[in-house]
Every structure is written in C-alpha cells, then in structure tokens.
C-alpha cells in the first residue's frame, strides 16, 4: 500500500539565525558606601548611651570609696573581742537606702539605652546592605524574611525581638534561607547588649539583698594628752625627795606645792579632767593610779593610756609603838621597837597624822630629805583621829588591840607600809577598765611622790576623813 504524506516524515523546518547586538551599556562609576550626614546622630548615641550609666557608675563608685571605713587593727589585745570586723566586706560610712537608690539608677538605665546602642550598630550593618546591594551578589543580601528581623531589632531593641532572631536560627536549614552577614552581627549585637543589660539589674539586686545596715566598731588612736599623764619635762631626772625643786618650792617658813591647784582638785574629787581609780588584779591586791574621769565627751571613747600608779601594804604596828603609859592628858608619846620613830601626837579633837620615812627597808635612818629613795619606799603612820563621834560598837574594833584611845575621846593606831610607785598602763573600754600592766617607776617618780606625800599636808585632811570613816 501507499502510503500517504500524511503520516510520512515532512520536511524541515527553515530557522533563519541571525546575531543579537548587544545592548550598549553605560559605565557608572561606583558610588561610595561612606555613609554622609550622620555625625551628629552618631555623637549622640553615644553620648547617650555611655554617659548616664558611667556618670551612675562612677557616682556610686565614689560613694563606695569616699565613704569607705577600713577596719583598723586595735593596738592592744583587750580590744580584740571588740573587733569584729569582716575581711570580705567593705564598710561604707554612708546611708544605705541613699546607696541602693544611686545603684538602682544604672538598672534602671540600662534598658533603654539598648535602642541607642542599636542605632550605632545600624551604621556599619547599613554599609553592608549598600555593599551587597551593589555587588549584585544575591547570597549577601538578606530575605525579606531576614529584613523584617533587621528592621524589628532596629526599631524595637527588646527581649521579644532577640527571640524572635534566636527561633530564627534554630529553625531547620532546610525551612529558611542562610544567615546573612547583617541579621548575624545585628543579633550578636542585641544578644551581648542584651547581657550586659542584665548583668547590670543582676548587681543591682545582689547589692539590693547583701547591703545591710550594721553596728561597727572603729578604733582610732588618741594623742597622749588626751588620756595619758606624765610629769613636766622639767621632773624627769630628780634625785633628791626634797631638793630638787621641781614640784615643791621651799620658802622661807614653808614647803609647798608647785603648780598645786590640780593636786588639790585630785585630792577632792572636783577635778573636771581627772581622778584617782581604784582596780584589783585576781589575787585581789588594790592598786590606784591616775586616770581620766569619764565625761560627756569621752564616754564612748575606748581607749589605752599611760599614768602613774601606786600600791601600798600596810601592817598594824600600834603595840610595837604605842602604851598605855605614854597617853597623859591632851597627847599621847609613841617610839617604835624596830626602828628611829618617836614623838608625840595631840589626842584632842584635832586630827593628826604623823609620817616618818626610811632610806632603807631595815627601817634604821629615818633622814630622808637628801637622798634618792628606793622603790618601794617605807614609812610609819602615827594617826589620832577624834570626830567627837565615840566608837561604834557595831564595827567591832571597839575591842581590836591593836587600836587605842586616847584620854579625850580619840582614836590611835600606827602602821607600818611600803609603798610601790608604778608606771602605770591600762585600758578602758566602754567606760570600764578591763585590763593594765605597770612596772616599777624609776628613782626620780619615786622621789616625787614621796617628797610631794611627805612634806606638804595637802592630803592629811582628806587621809584622815577617810581613816575617821573607817575606824570610827
């Protein structure tokens, strides 16, 4: 059969080729990718977003240091139980509510200044966009999906927007397209503002729970004259019990003495800066010494100083010195058995006090005046004391041996003692003495002591108040 043309193979088409000019192009040159006019809103940023919180820093930062306490180890060891201080915690002497104010300020701060930390890092991310732009290169560019990321950091620099990026990263590969060089530093950038942010309301709250209000105690030391009492630079070298002129002036029909108005405001417990204090050791032996009286002034005012000191024994020698035979009339004749003391006391009613002193502790040279005694130094005390009171029956030494009366009513006794003179340092804290050390003074606070005690009366009255009170 023939077949028909229908179904043969027909003929080739005809393609007639011809060449494609190409377009002519224009060569423009590249424009820059600086980006112009923006000095002042980048100044700006920053300003904004360093000052404040560098003013609030610094601010508390100053406080801190200004205001600082540092603890100060107390010189003696009976003020260790005092300090209490903490090594690892700094004592600020400032309000504590003013300081957790000044400190909220940079936490309060710190959050909004993240928009302006944003908008400098919009520029170079912007340069970045023009350089893709330019470059033809579409891997560079971003998105859309990664410009509404962008544009939302910019615009609204938060925790939501940080997350959004952040569930943008971690979304499959295969469901977004790769991280783009703008969206990556603008989401590091939040990321770390975002940190910084938060460590900053972080401190403010651990100063929140750790700044406390408490007791301190601060020791500072005090000058010498505040506390402590020695004698004139002139006394420092007496060699003599009397003739050394520097606390007793010998006139012409007396001795007293020099300077004499603090003594006797001592003596009568009047004295505004000064007093005499009595302390026993744990034996139970009794010293007294010269300290500050406590004032308004001083009454917190902890403290170590240094004084003088003395301790005195005493053993009752009236049988060794006085006897029956020797009280006649208005007076009374007493001589020692051990040693150069005799004489002769009224027994009327005028007080006396009679004070023979030795060179020695054998008791046998009672010339005393030119000398330079030893420490202790001893002395006898011949008393009459007669306060027209009687004797109370009640004391019990109505009855004692070793006490005698004389014809008009009066008390005698005599004693033996010896006398310590001490330098003298102790410590008074909240008023109290609570603890002290002494040592043996030298020949020249001896001698004075002994002169200043023995050849003026300025004490006797106030002796024998107290010895009328005690025999009585």
Known sequence: MKSSNHYGQGPEPNYTYQPTMPTPTTEVPNPTTRIRGVARDIWLACMISSIPLVAFSALLLGLVFHYQVIPKSPISLSFASAATADPSVVYVDFPATTLIIVASWSSTMAPLILPFLLTLVSFPVSRTLIQASQSGDRTRQPTPRQYALILRIMSNASLSALWSCITYVFTSKRKRAPMTQPLTFMTWMLALASLLSILVFATDTWLHFVTKTVPFTQFSPTTFDSASFRFNENC?????????????????????LINSEPSLELLANVSSTNMVQQVADSTGKSYAFVGLRQTSQNANLDYTATSFGASSHCQVVTKHCISENGISGPQASYKCDFGAVQGVIPTTQ??????????????????????????????TAVVSVNQNLGRNPNRGLIDD??????????????????????????????????????????????????????????GDSYVLQQTSLDVW
């Open 401 to 458: 041996p070793n006490i005698t009366s004389g014809l008009h009513g009066s008390t005698l006794f005599a004693l033996l003692c010896s006398t310590k003179v001490l330098d003298w340092r102790y410590t008074s804290i909240n008023g109290s003495v609570t603890s002290f050390s002494y040592s043996p003074s030298n020949a020249s606070t001896t001698n004075i002591v002994m002169g200043t005690e023995g050849y003026t009366h300025v």
């Open 350 to 379: 005028v007080d006396a006090m009679v004070l023979t002193y030795f060179t020695d502790s054998s008791m046998k040279n009672n010339v005393s005046s030119l000398v330079s005694l030893p420490n202790p130094y001893y002395f």
């Open 236 to 256: 420092t070298n007496i060699n003599t019990t009397f003739t050394g002129g520097c606390t007793l002036n010998s006139a012409a029909a007396n001795t007293f």
